[in-house]
């Protein structure tokens, strides 16, 4: 006798009412984008009489989008970069004596006590801090972005480590491996699902980010995408066609890069499952 599968209709409507809430904002984005003045006064939520793909090129000039962007990428790559490196090396550091000594274990909750402490508490002091060492550059906000992830990233980082059977490690160090060299040859490799996590939620994080470029970058030529937005706030208007074709190119990047990452993201977090 043949099974019959019911539609669960109240999860088909939820599905469907979640799926009109995420694509609304991006259908008045896009045709924001391609509208002139006269059509956004006529109808905002309208399609536009004539496509102005013009906007994107004017958007480009008014931003100088491409070094904008080219500060960004630089900016998200070596935070990505450095974040992994340092992070799951001082993660590793913890996870692995937490148990041994009391050092190692109040060291893992005062990084998880940073997790609750909000940016702005710390705003002023970092900015006379930065300007102190000469970093309110892009070198600079990369520190920072990297200091500021490790409270979080060792969190997960020492969750996923102390699920790696420490025999692995033991019998390294039968085979005469150091201590970074047992890292480096045998963990490291095994983090490459958590690396995959925290390297999205890093860059997505940092590539977004708006207040601390804000406050830290001080030379206009070192702007990343989201400062440069602020060209189309005016005193008394918006052009919102422009800042919205504007806002659509800073996004293109990182839908990219998932479109491009998305095979490998899923194995990453498949594999990080079935561990």
Known sequence: MKSRTRTNWVAMILIALGTIFILFPLYMAVTISLKNQNDML???????TNLRFENFAKAIEMTNFFQALGNSAIVTLSTVVLTILSNSLVAYAIARNM????????????????????????????????????????????????????????FIYVGYIRSIPIDLEEAATVDGTGTFGTFTR???PLMAPINATVGIL???????????????ISDQ?????PLVQYVFQGQFNTEFNLAFASY??????MIVIYLFAQKWIINGVTQGAVK
């Open 221 to 225: 030529s070192q702007y990343t995408l």
């Open 186 to 188: 045998i963990i490291f």
């Open 99 to 154: 148990n041994k000594n009391k050092f190692f274990k109040s060291l893992y909750f005062y990084f998880i006590s940073a997790m609750f402490i909000p940016f702005p508490i710390i705003m002023l002091p970092i900015v006379k801090l930065t300007a102190s060492f000469g970093m309110t550059n892009l070198f600079g906000l990369i520190i920072l972005h990297t200091v500021y992830g490790l409270a979080f990233n060792v």
């Open 42 to 48: 006529n109808s905002i939520f309208g399609l536009p």
């Open 248 to 253: 659509l190119l800073a996004m293109l990047p």
């Open 202 to 216: 890093i860059c997505l994080s940092t590539y977004n980010d708006f207040l601390l470029p804000l406050v830290i």
